[in-house]
């Protein structure tokens, strides 16, 4: 039993550390909070059960779904953060709450609000191992998951955009006055970002559904993982994410799976009292 609790756990952990890795690059380039990352996630699923249903092959469904997501994340900068550019942090954390309800709406509009299913991208076929059973799906996740985060450090230590993003979460001063574009910054981190979460998005749909509203609570646990791993850290976002899951798979199992939900919430309370700076430590000192 034990085993099959944590393979679980570590399936949604990853989901949820893909959303808040979503949240640490964000952050790390604007120091706001994106409160639209979860609406990411649901347009990465219903944009695939769209493309699936109009005929296209699983994995360009797939390729479509995640690159409109990230072309909705550059229209979000592009259109709502950036002409606040120069407002507090509150303002533009407060236009990324009104974007999140914008899209949860259009997205009902443009598909519907029933529960929709992705194809397995490997079939349904259960997995026996070491007594508890698994989805090909679950590897997926647990596979795409590592994957994605060993390209984004080789994306950040190996190309000047990635160098150019990390100049500027340390020193956004300095970073300019070496000619680094912080509005072209931004832009690559919220396209990046939207990305993530649309991956996270499709990954997750065929084991637990998509529907116009599911953003909202992957969002909420993606941000508890940012906030438990220590904001705007990558390593941090990971180890937070993989935590919560296990958190919400053990509770579940051995306490009640009505209060899956709720540890996310405990989680964000605990750790903003008893452990402020995350897993990862503090990384930033206060912009003045």
């Given at each position: 039993m034990?085993?099959?609790?944590?393979?679980s756990?570590l399936?949604?952990?990853a989901?949820?550390?893909l959303?808040a890795?979503?949240?640490a690059?964000i952050y790390?380039a604007s120091?706001?909070?994106?409160?639209?990352?979860?609406?990411?996630v649901?347009i990465?699923g219903?944009?695939?059960?769209a493309?699936v249903d109009?005929g296209l092959?699983l994995?360009?469904?797939?390729?479509f779904?995640?690159t409109?997501a990230a072309?909705?994340g550059?229209?979000l900068e592009?259109?709502a953060?950036e002409p606040?550019?120069?407002?507090p942090v509150?303002t533009l954390?407060?236009i990324?709450?009104?974007?999140?309800?914008?899209?949860?709406g259009?997205?009902?509009l443009v598909?519907?609000?029933k529960?929709?299913?992705?194809?397995?991208?490997?079939?349904d076929?259960?997995?026996s191992l070491?007594g508890?059973?698994?989805?090909p799906?679950?590897?997926?996740?647990l596979?795409?998951?590592?994957v994605?985060?060993?390209?984004?450090?080789g994306?950040?230590n190996?190309?000047?955009t990635?160098?150019?993003?990390?100049?500027?979460?340390?020193?956004r001063?300095?970073?300019?006055l070496?000619?680094i574009?912080v509005?072209r910054?931004?832009?690559?981190?919220f396209g990046l970002?939207a990305?993530?979460g649309?991956?996270?998005?499709v990954l997750i749909?065929p084991?637990s559904?998509?529907?116009?509203?599911?953003?909202?609570?992957l969002?909420l646990?993606g941000f508890?993982?940012?906030i438990?791993?220590?904001l705007?850290?990558?390593?941090?976002?990971?180890?937070?994410g993989?935590a919560?899951?296990?958190?919400?798979?053990?509770g579940?199992?051995y306490?009640?799976s009505?209060?899956?939900?709720?540890?996310?919430?405990?989680i964000?309370?605990?750790?903003l009292?008893?452990?402020p700076?995350?897993?990862?430590?503090?990384?930033?000192?206060?912009r003045v």
């Amino acid at each position: 039993m034990i085993l099959q609790i944590v393979l679980s756990g570590l399936t949604a952990g990853a989901i949820y550390a893909l959303v808040a890795l979503g949240f640490a690059i964000i952050y790390n380039a604007s120091h706001v909070i994106n409160f639209a990352q979860g609406e990411f996630v649901m347009i990465g699923g219903m944009a695939a059960v769209a493309f699936v249903d109009a005929g296209l092959p699983l994995p360009l469904a797939v390729i479509f779904a995640v690159t409109g997501a990230a072309l909705v994340g550059l229209l979000l900068e592009k259109l709502a953060v950036e002409p606040a550019r120069g407002a507090p942090v509150v303002t533009l954390i407060i236009i990324t709450i009104g974007a999140s309800i914008f899209l949860r709406g259009l997205a009902s509009l443009v598909w519907d609000k029933k529960i929709h299913s992705l194809p397995a991208f490997s079939g349904d076929a259960p997995i026996s191992l070491g007594g508890a059973t698994l989805l090909p799906q679950t590897l997926w996740v647990l596979g795409t998951t590592v994957v994605t985060v060993a390209a984004l450090w080789g994306f950040f230590n190996r190309t000047l955009t990635g160098k150019a993003i990390l100049a500027v979460s340390h020193n956004r001063l300095a970073a300019q006055l070496m000619g680094i574009s912080v509005r072209r910054v931004l832009l690559v981190s919220f396209g990046l970002s939207a990305a993530l979460g649309a991956l996270a998005g499709v990954l997750i749909a065929p084991i637990s559904f998509t529907a116009w509203d599911i953003g909202v609570m992957l969002g909420l646990k993606g941000f508890a993982a940012a906030i438990l791993g220590g904001l705007g850290s990558g390593p941090g976002a990971i180890a937070g994410g993989l935590a919560l899951g296990l958190v919400e798979a053990l509770g579940a199992g051995y306490l009640s799976s009505a209060y899956k939900d709720v540890f996310a919430f405990v989680i964000i309370l605990a750790a903003l009292v008893f452990l402020p700076d995350g897993l990862a430590g503090r990384r930033f000192a206060e912009r003045v």
